[in-house]
T-cell receptor
């Protein structure tokens, strides 16, 4: 069965410290993974996509197929990064053609001043 | 910009009652989705639609029905509410998921079955 695991429910760092939010998945094939974020009082929204190899708000995510991980990283955390972060691989067998995603349980990141 | 609008925001139902969660989007997206999020868990796909008149099951479709008569609307129906359906329900839409375009989410509906 398709599984995605975010092992940390809560993560606290100080401003300026590096941060890594972990995501491990089980998926057959080559997944296209996403990170979604929900800031306080805002809607869930896309942060970044694996396929785009992009850096958004200083965040990057590397797909490690050997470890089946897609950890989200930022070298210097800011207070405005405090939010709930969800890793979202496609549902196994669904590919990305229909956008069928499953979401991890999320990690609440708190960046202290 | 309205984007994806869900109504109601909160609802309490008794066991066995039925209700429809409404979802409408004004972005002319063909793809729409319903998710549920149980406490402490991630979002799970209930049903999705790739266009008006076309719907299909997601990971957890049991106990739910959907319809898609227009591009804008994608209501989710609970016929016989059960305590296990207590959850937060999110509706989302996307322009082109095959091009990895993002899903746009509504605010969610918090539903309690007592």
């Amino acid at each position: 069965a398709q599984r995605v695991t975010q092992p940390e429910k809560l993560l606290s760092v100080f401003k300026g410290a590096p941060v890594e939010l972990k995501c491990n998945y089980s998926y057959s094939g080559s997944p296209e993974l996403f990170w979604y974020v929900q800031y306080s009082r805002q809607r869930l929204q896309l942060l970044l996509r694996h396929i785009s190899r992009e850096s958004i708000k200083g965040f990057t995510a590397d797909l490690n197929k050997g470890e089946t991980s897609f950890h989200l990283k930022k070298p210097f955390a800011q207070e405005e990064d405090s939010a709930m972060y969800y890793c979202a691989p496609p549902i196994s067998g669904g590919g990305t053609s229909y956008g069928k995603l499953t979401f991890g349980q999320g990690t609440i990141l708190t960046v202290h001043p | 910009n309205a984007g994806v609008t869900q109504t109601p925001k909160f609802r309490i139902l008794k066991i066995g009652q039925s209700m429809t969660l409404q979802c409408t989007q004004d972005m002319n997206h063909n793809y729409m989705y319903w998710y549920r999020q149980d406490p402490g868990m991630g979002l799970k796909l209930i049903y999705y639609s790739v266009g008006a008149g076309i719907t299909d099951k997601g990971e957890v479709p049991n106990g739910y029905n959907v319809s898609r008569s227009t591009t804008e609307d994608f209501p989710l129906r609970l016929e016989l509410a059960a305590p296990s359906q207590t959850s937060v329900y999110f509706c989302a839409s996307s322009y082109a998921p095959q091009l990895n375009q993002p899903q746009h989410f509504g605010d969610g509906t918090r539903l309690s079955i007592l």
